[in-house]
């Protein structure tokens, strides 16, 4: 099993940044396709960002142009910038890992918390 170690987070006004940190404890981040969700309370858990091992990237439109998912080998984490925060983006974040030789070897995070108000 592969703990994914999430930090980041916190309490910001509209407006402002908040960057989020995912690593794979035990194992390569080149070898996963990372992605992050979101679950806002009473709601489902959501897609948020995608990055694939290949380079692709992909987002949900109501973050297109405000976040950001990043892969910083060196580090071997991913990271998800979020910038232009809004009070809907409230939600507990969460890391995914998907193994690229098999994708039923699926990982979560703990989650989280990202709070926007004012």
């Known amino acids: 099993q592969v703990h994914l170690v999430q930090s980041g987070g916190g309490s910001v006004q509209p407006g402002e940044s908040l960057t989020l940190s995912c690593a794979p404890e035990g194992d390569h981040v080149i070898q996963y396709n990372m992605a992050w969700y979101r679950q806002a309370p009473g709601e489902q858990r959501e897609f948020v960002a995608a990055s694939t091992r290949n380079g692709n990237r992909n987002y949900i439109d109501s973050v297109k142009g405000r976040f950001s998912i990043a892969r910083n080998n060196a580090k071997n984490s991913v990271s998800l910038q979020m910038n232009n925060l809004r009070p809907e983006d409230t939600a507990v974040y969460y890391c995914?890992?998907?193994?690229?030789?098999?994708?039923?070897?699926?990982?979560w995070g703990l989650g989280t918390q990202v709070t926007v108000s004012s």
């Open positions: 995914q890992a998907v193994y690229f030789a098999d994708s039923s070897l699926t990982y």
